[in-house]
Structures are given as structure tokens and as C-alpha cells.
């Protein structure tokens, strides 16, 4: 019905997890980019697919009261700002209705409501920004050549390596600009070649630059094709100048790669790090560190994650994932002891001397993954030899783990003690927390756990495992950490519910009689999911014929074709794709 280069008109209803607006036409629901909930437009159709489909945006015939004009000329081709033509209020209730969306859909959780009196989670109004412009810490611009051989510099195109011409990003900081303005004047005195992708040719690949919102100190850093930058003498008086410059480094990338640092530096002038402050606590930031991006909202989102964890100086708390320390060191202040895991070697080096210049000595960690680290110690901890950490049989990678705990052998019944957990905090990346972490951080049984998530699907996911398991979850708090984005971050409180209750949950569990795997997602769940992440729906029966195939579930009780050569419809090819992804997901096979 609907074919590639058709034109018509939509009135944009919804907008979807990736910020594309949704219309619908004849039934068949369209993705198009860069349209708001409550525009009326005329589009171009790109890309049909069985029940859906992709439009491209030609007019806007009539423009939503959420629709705004966007501050960069730049937005509709860059692609990283995906939603400012959406008003900023509306922008936090499109979050909010995320998370939400996720957390019944996928999680199967109420959501408690004062004013249609639903009881359930309590879920907090989004922390959004005053100014939600001007919040990064850091930008990465490329460095190439136009058609006519002139520098430029600016973003790539969505989904490409095309750079767009722009030295003013509304994300990043004013000073920002300036600073491209000296070094591609410089480039271009000194005949300073530009880095060429497709050849491997050329010197000068991205500028990296930092900012300390609180100390104002700035770092430029040149990631180079070379081991050194001729005439570098010349850049680094101009750029000294500039206030608040403190750290001016080359990093040398030699590779031909995406990736846009490579492992060397080389300081040229300054410092090889800039220092800022998150609270009162202090942070050193070297161009290869992990540093949250927004200062600002970082804050509140540890204020919240204190908040939800509840010390009074008591408490161990584990705090897994922990990148360069910051919320370990944020938490060391109120707590007895703290510690980290985190997978990357040079955070945990960056953490460790973090804690080190704020004079903080109840925090510890350890390099390694959090499912492997986290059960290692909890074998011991119930082995409850006094060999203690000695013996302990660690993953191959954590080496570093065990020198590090050979120390608290000295007092093993005393470490014990202080290894279990009163609060745990997890802070994964997008996929989440591994199953056996989860499964660890329900054995260890913390009377808390701080979930802090960027991605609320998996989040959602997870925090269904750990009540299924005995925790309840208390509170919600979305932040806007990145404005204009269609990203939105989550601290979750969870605790323990008492033991009559958590018997009561198992209760329920077996009474459905359900295998381990199928207890996972419904099929109401699956079916969301699927239409969620490919627009297809799906029926039980096909659902049930995955699982079969899977080996999940022997098919006796559902949809039984009523004699043996009645013809049942099968599951197509493309749905059986999209099915064993939402499985997977569920972590069913
Ligand atoms: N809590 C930190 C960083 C969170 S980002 C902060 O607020 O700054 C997630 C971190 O998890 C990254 O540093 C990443 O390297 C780390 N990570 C990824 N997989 C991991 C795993 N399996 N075990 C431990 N850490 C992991």
C-alpha cells in the first residue's frame, strides 16, 4: 500500500525510545526523525517494512505547541542532539514517561499515582537543569579537510565520518570555540596537516578539551598521527593566554581506528591532568579518564544515591562499576568502609589516587569484573576459614585483586565482617548488571541496594530479578543528564523485604508452576518488547514455538493443534529474529 518515495501527511502522536516521532497512516505506524508529539507534517517515505515504516521529514505543516526552535543550525544533520525541537518541560516528561514505560512494561511494576489514587512505586518528578544548554565538561572535535583542501573542524554527520563544518557546539562550553579558532590558525600558519581517514595520512586527528565547571581549569589535548607536533612552542604561548589553561598534552594515535585516543601522552605544557570538584570532593581528570560529562547533574545524582544509601558511618557499602571512584569516594565520607570494582585497569588507578588527595583511607578497590569479583569474596566470606583471602580462588583477571586483599588478611574474622555488605550501589553500563551479579548481590543480602542505570529497559529487567528474589522496590529518581538527548539516567532504592514476605513471593512463584526460564518474562512482556525494538507483533503461539525451538518449554499446554493434521500457522523468519532477541534479552536462552 505504502511504497518507497510516497508523500503524505501524519499527525505525530507519540515519539519512540530513540526520539523519532510517530504517526500513523492507514494503520501503519511511521518513525520520523526530527518531528515533535503534536506536529502535523508532510513526509517522504524512505523505507517500508511489513508493518511499519521510516519517513523523512519535508514539512511541517502545522508545528506542535512542544515544538521549539532548535539554538544549532546543525541539529537535524548531527544527530546527537535528537530532540531539541522538543520544548525542554516536554523533553523531561518524555523521560519520565520512559522510565515509566519501562518499569511496568518490561518490569511489571504499579506505579503509584496520588492522582488517579494507583498505589505503587514511588517515582519522583525528573531532576532536570536550569539551563539545559552549555553542560558539558568535554567535547571531541574532529580534524579534516574540506573539498578544497582547507582545515575544518566541527562534528560528524549522523552516522558517518563527514565532518560538518561548526567550531560552536550548544552542549559544550563557550570557551570551546576559541580554542579551535587558535589551534586551526596555528595549523594552518604552520602548514600542519590534517589527519585524512580514508589514507592514513596527515597529522592532527581530533582536539580534545576539558573544563572544570568549579575550578575553571582548562586541558587541550591533540591527538596526533606523530609523536610530536612541530612549532608546538608557538601553539603553547597562544594558548597560554587563554584563562584557566592548565594542562596542554598530545596524545599519540597511530592506528588506523575509530577509536579516538590512543594510549601515549606526551605533555607539552602544564600539568597532565585538570582538577575539579564534584561536592567537596576533589577529582583528577587526565584526557584518558572517565569523567561524568555533566558536572552539574552529576552532583545531584550523588546526592541522590547518598540519599538512598542511607549511612550513618556504619556501613560497608560496595560500590560496583565504579569507574574512576567517584561515587565510592562520595560515599567513603559517610560510610565505615567502601569499596570499588571496576573492570578497567587505569580507572581503578585513577581512583585510587583520587582517594589518595582527599585524604580518604575507608575506601578500597579492586580491578575486575563485578560477577566475578563479587561471588569470589562471597565464597570465602561463607567459607568463613580464617585462611580467608589467601585461598580464594580468583578469576584469572584480578590478579591485582589478590594482592590487594592479601592486606586485610591480617585480621580475617574482623575483615569478614566488614566485607558484608550493608548497601550495595551498582552503576552498570547499558546492558545492565550480569546475572550472576545479580544473583551474588542476593546472596550476600544487602539491606539496600542504589541502582543507578543509563539504560531503563535493562534496568527495568534487573530490578524484576531482585524482587523476584526479595527486594522491593522503594523509590525512583530520573536526572536529565543529558539535555536535548533522548538519554535519561535513574538512581533506584531497593531493600530486603522482611523474610515472611520474601516466603510469600516464593509462594507465588510456585504456585504458577512455572520452569526457572519461562518464570522470566511474560508473554504480554515478550510481545511488548518485540514491538517496541522492531514494530512487529507477535503472537503466544509464535512465542511458544521459539521457546519450543529453544528448548525452553515442551509445548503440551499451549495452543495444541486439535487433531494431528490441523495446520497451524508457523512463525516467520523475521519474527523468530526478533523473538529470540527479546528472549535473550530476558536472558530466557
Ligand atoms: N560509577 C562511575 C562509572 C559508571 S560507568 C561514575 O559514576 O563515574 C560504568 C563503568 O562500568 C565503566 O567504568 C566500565 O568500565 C565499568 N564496567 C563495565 N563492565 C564491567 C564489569 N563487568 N564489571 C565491572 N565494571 C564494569
Not at 494503520?27 to 507534517?41: C, E, L, N, P, S
Not at 574532529?142 to 561548526?166: C, E
Not at 592514513?200 to 586527528?205: A, I, M, S, T
Not at 566475578?372 to 566470606?381: M, Q, R, S, T
Request: glycine share 6%; hydrophobic share 40%.
Amino acid at each position: 500500500m505504502f511504497q518507497k518515495n510516497m508523500e503524505l501527511q501524519l499527525q505525530i502522536e507519540d515519539m519512540s525510545v530513540n526520539g523519532e516521532g510517530i504517526g500513523k497512516s492507514d494503520g501503519v505506524t511511521f518513525f520520523v526523525k526530527d518531528t515533535v508529539i503534536g506536529d502535523q507534517v508532510l513526509v517522504k517515505v524512505i523505507k517500508m517494512k511489513k508493518r511499519y515504516g521510516y519517513a523523512r521529514l519535508l514539512k511541517v505543516i502545522s508545528p506542535s505547541s512542544y515544538r521549539v526552535e532548535p539554538l544549532c543550525e546543525y541539529w537535524r544533520q548531527c544527530g546527537g542532539c535528537q530532540i531539541q525541537a522538543l520544548d525542554y518541560m516536554q523533553q523531561l516528561h518524555y523521560k519520565e514517561e520512559k522510565v515509566r514505560n519501562n518499569l511496568r512494561r518490561i518490569g511489571g511494576f504499579s506505579i503509584a499515582d496520588t492522582e488517579k489514587k494507583e498505589q505503587g512505586i514511588l517515582f519522583h518528578p525528573i531532576i532536570g537543569m536550569e539551563k539545559p544548554f552549555f553542560y558539558r565538561n568535554k567535547a571531541q572535535f574532529p580534524i579534516g579537510m574540506d573539498k578544497n583542501g582547507k582545515i575544518i573542524t566541527g562534528f560528524y554527520a549522523a552516522r558517518s565520518h563527514n565532518i560538518i563544518a561548526s567550531r560552536n557546539c550548544y552542549l559544550g562550553v563557550e570557551i570551546n570555540e576559541k580554542i579551535l579558532n587558535l589551534v586551526i590558525a596555528f595549523m594552518e600558519r604552520y602548514q600542519i596537516t590534517a589527519y585524512d581517514e580514508r589514507t592514513g595520512k596527515g597529522l592532527v586527528r581530533h582536539i580534545l578539551i576539558r573544563f572544570g565547571f568549579v575550578t575553571e581549569e582548562i586541558m587541550v589535548c591533540l591527538v596526533v598521527n606523530g609523536n610530536s607536533l612541530p612549532h608546538a612552542k608557538l601553539l603553547i604561548e597562544e594558548l597560554k593566554k587563554i584563562n584557566g589553561m592548565t594542562s596542554i598534552v598530545l596524545n599519540v594515535n597511530q592506528k588506523n581506528t575509530n577509536v579516538i585516543l590512543g594510549e601515549e601522552m606526551i605533555n607539552l605544557w602544564g600539568q597532565n591532568y585538570i582538577t575539579d570538584y564534584i561536592g567537596e570532593v576533589k577529582y583528577q581528570i587526565s584526557p584518558l579518564s572517565f569523567y561524568q560529562v555533566n558536572p552539574v547533574q552529576t552532583k545531584r545524582l550523588y546526592e541522590t544515591v547518598l540519599n538512598y544509601a542511607g549511612l550513618t558511618g556504619k556501613e560497608t557499602v560496595w560500590d560496583l562499576y565504579c569507574g574512576i571512584g567517584t561515587i565510592s569516594i562520595f560515599l567513603a565520607q559517610r560510610a565505615k568502609q567502601v569499596y570499588g570494582v571496576e573492570v578497567v585497569v587505569p580507572a581503578i588507578a585513577d581512583a585510587r589516587n583520587n582517594a589518595k588527595i582527599n585524604g580518604i583511607e575507608n575506601v578500597e578497590f579492586f580491578v575486575g569484573k563485578a560477577e566475578e569479583v563479587l561471588p569470589a569474596f562471597y565464597e570465602e566470606y561463607t567459607r568463613g576459614t580464617q585462611k580467608f583471602v589467601k585461598d580464594i580462588e580468583l578469576p584469572a583477571n584480578t590478579e591485582d585483586v589478590r594482592s590487594q586483599i592479601e592486606i586485610a588478611d591480617k585480621g580475617a574474622a574482623k575483615e569478614r565482617n566488614m566485607l558484608q555488605p550493608d548497601v550495595v550501589v551498582v552503576d552498570p553500563p547499558r546492558k545492565g548488571c550480569d546475572e550472576k551479579c545479580l544473583e551474588t548481590i542476593v546472596k550476600v543480602s544487602p539491606a539496600r541496594v542504589v541502582y543507578v542505570s543509563c539504560d531503563p529497559a535493562t534496568l527495568a529487567r534487573d530490578l524484576k530479578y531482585l524482587c523476584e528474589k526479595g527486594y522491593e522496590v522503594r523509590e525512583v529518581q530520573p536526572v536529565d543528564m543529558f539535555p536535548q538527548t533522548v538519554h535519561v539516567e535513574t538512581v533506584c532504592l531497593l531493600s530486603k523485604l522482611h523474610s515472611d514476605q520474601h516466603i510469600e513471593v516464593e509462594l507465588q512463584m510456585d504456585e504458577l508452576d512455572l520452569t526457572a526460564a519461562e518464570s522470566k518474562a511474560t508473554y504480554e512482556e515478550i510481545k511488548d518488547y518485540v514491538l517496541e525494538h522492531s514494530g512487529l507483533k507477535v503472537s503466544s503461539l509464535y512465542i511458544a514455538q521459539v521457546k519450543e525451538k529453544c528448548g525452553i518449554i515442551e509445548r503440551v499446554n499451549y495452543n495444541l493443534p486439535k487433531s494431528e493434521n490441523s495446520r497451524q500457522p508457523k512463525c516467520p523468519p523475521e519474527k523468530e529474529v526478533a523473538i529470540r532477541e527479546a528472549l535473550e534479552y530476558f536472558r530466557m536462552i
